[in-house]
């Protein structure tokens, strides 16, 4: 998609109602949706997290999508596929900021430079027991992008049509830390499984996109 066509369907993606859960469950094995509606979220005293997918043209003019692949430790998000975010500090003065902060941390764009589109629905994430805030940003200019060395392994620059692309949802066996061998529905995006709760995030992206066309 042309940058400039992406742009114009901006005010349409601010008004669009957000489809939340609906879209979240069709990226969460069966099993865990029934799991998740017993769980008392608040007693289980959550931190909290914002994260930014960040829309850009490249060299081309064309929309990309920033993703990054998690170094590997001792965690369970270890060598995952997820969008530039992280942890609230005690200078962010909200979510928002605590999204475009670690975005300039962990893949040089300077914060300034995102123009936050609006906010997407919320997501806990039982493994790390984290609620997660998402936004959508947008940036004018093709970014420099520089991983955080102790971060990041690699940053992945998605084209928007290939992920909009439905032949690239599909079905994946994996292993995680708390189960094996389950299938999973995903996203094929650069090569790369994107599953769990990133993979949550993107298909409420992907819905809203499709119903602004």
């Known amino acids: 998609m042309d940058f ?24 969460v094995p069966g099993n865990r949706i029934e799991e998740m509606r017993n769980l008392d979220i608040d007693s289980l005293k959550p931190n909290k997290a914002g994260v930014m997918a960040v829309f850009y043209p490249d060299n081309f ?26 942890r609230v500090e005690p200078e962010d003065e909200n979510l928002q900021q605590t999204a475009l902060r670690e975005t300039e941390e962990e893949v040089g764009i ?22 997660v805030q998402p936004y959508l940003g947008l940036l004018e200019k093709t970014p420099n992008l520089v991983p955080q060395e102790s971060e990041v392994e690699r940053i992945l620059e998605v084209d928007l049509d ?25 996203f094929r995006l650069n090569e790369q499984i994107v599953w769990g709760a990133t993979g949550m995030m993107l298909s409420e992206i992907r819905e809203i996109f499709r119903k602004s066309f």
């Open 4 to 27: 400039q066509d992406f742009k114009d369907r901006i005010p349409k993606l601010k008004k669009i109602v957000l489809p939340g859960e609906k879209a979240h469950h069709k990226l």
């Open 61 to 86: 003019g064309k929309t990309h999508l920033v993703l990054i692949l998690r170094k590997t430790y001792k965690g369970v998000h270890s060598n995952q596929i997820g969008f530039p975010g992280g």
């Open 110 to 131: 300077p914060r300034n430079n995102i123009e936050v589109i609006r906010a997407l629905t919320r997501l806990y994430i039982p493994p790390s027991n984290f609620w």
């Open 162 to 186: 290939h992920f909009l692309d439905h032949s690239n949802f599909v079905k994946q066996e994996l292993s995680t830390s708390y189960s094996s061998n389950m299938i999973v529905p995903a």
